[in-house]
């Protein structure tokens, strides 16, 4: 990364000092200036302020006055790295790929196999979180490239539908048609690297993702928690089955790097288990189907920045039973996740 100065050079002061002192011209309409490390306009009035920036980057509005005290002030930050650039926002979930990448990757792989859009029905087990659903992300784009898709998932991308929602599903498919089923917990990665955290377009405080991950993380961890025994709130259901199912996979969280990142991984096991079993006792799904695509993963929610997706599954089942792994062929070799998962990996 960029090298820290602490200290700016004469040059560096003196063209801080022309951008401050043009500024208070009246033709000029903004001043640019550092602040929290990076640098960016800021409005002088004869416009709003814009808000496309990262609500907790936002400063208040200046004067031209304040402006050039405050460029003074904070002339040393003009040349320091960016954070969110230094950071590696995949340091946990290796082998994550935007999602175009991930798009490109699995219509490649079907398409070999007479995957189309006529006779495919797509079906998505993710978070209900509206992030997931972002515009050009895998998500949409999957929905673009093969049509009309069916929710299976719920809170933290369990398949809620359950066998019945799975059956409907499946019963939808065109005649002796295929089905793609994609499943996957998701995690924020927020602006400074931290996982499970993002911001969030208007909100100048930091939010969870995924949300439900993390309160049951938070709620298991606090002293003389026990989780649910049952279902006893109905109107809370999802979130009594996240504990109850988290619970047992946490007893490794304090020997791994990142403990979110650990329950990420815990949370795609999760949905792993419940999504295959799923599949295993629903044989009326063949009725109508000739073979089941399956590709399971980690969302990986940027703001401001691309969207990512790790898989970790990828395979085919066709109605007399033939299992076929096309990850080696699609993605390569499978990331040696390991060293995240501490004692349970072992």
Not at 4 to 15: F, G, I, N, V
Not at 278 to 306: M, T
Request: charged share 20%; glycine share 8%.
């Amino acid at each position: 990364g960029a090298q820290r100065r602490l200290s700016p050079s004469r040059s560096d002061t003196m063209h801080l000092l022309a951008h401050a002192i043009v500024a208070l011209l009246p033709s000029q309409p903004s001043l640019t200036i550092a602040a929290a490390g990076r640098s960016r306009p800021l409005q002088m009035g004869l416009e709003p302020p814009s808000r496309s920036q990262a609500s907790p980057l936002m400063q208040p509005h200046l004067s031209r006055r304040s402006a050039l005290a405050g460029a003074l002030c904070l002339a040393p930050t003009l040349i320091l790295p960016d954070s969110a650039i230094a950071a590696d926002p995949f340091k946990y979930f290796p082998g994550a790929r935007t999602s175009a990448e991930i798009d490109d990757a699995i219509f490649g792989a079907l398409e070999m196999r007479g995957y189309t859009k006529s006779n495919t029905l797509f079906a998505h087990s993710v978070c209900s979180d509206e992030v997931n659903f972002a515009e050009k992300e895998l998500i949409d784009l999957l929905r673009k490239r093969w049509g009309e898709s069916f929710t299976l998932g719920g809170l933290a991308g369990v398949p809620f539908a359950g066998k019945a929602g799975l059956s409907a599903y499946a019963h939808h498919v065109p005649d002796e048609g295929k089905l793609l089923i994609v499943f996957a917990p998701h995690v924020g990665v927020g602006y400074d690297g931290s996982v499970g955290a993002i911001e969030r377009a208007g909100v100048v405080a930091g939010s969870s993702a995924c949300g439900a991950a993390v309160g049951a993380y938070k709620t298991l961890s606090k002293p003389g928690v026990n989780p649910p025994s049952d279902f006893g709130d109905m109107n809370d259901l999802q979130f009594d089955y996240i504990k109850m199912k988290l619970n047992p996979k946490l007893s490794g969280v304090k020997a791994a790097p990142n403990d979110m990142a650990f329950v990420t991984y815990q949370m795609y096991a999760m949905v792993k288990e419940a999504m295959l079993a799923q599949i295993a006792a629903s044989p009326g799904i063949w009725d109508d189907c000739s073979e089941l695509a399956v590709l399971g993963g980690v969302q990986i929610n940027r703001y401001k920045n691309k969207d990512a997706f790790q898989p970790l599954m990828f395979q085919t089942l066709t109605k007399a039973g033939k299992r076929t792994d096309l990850y080696p062929s699609t993605f390569g070799k499978m990331p040696e996740l390991a060293p995240l998962l501490g004692d349970a990996s072992k």
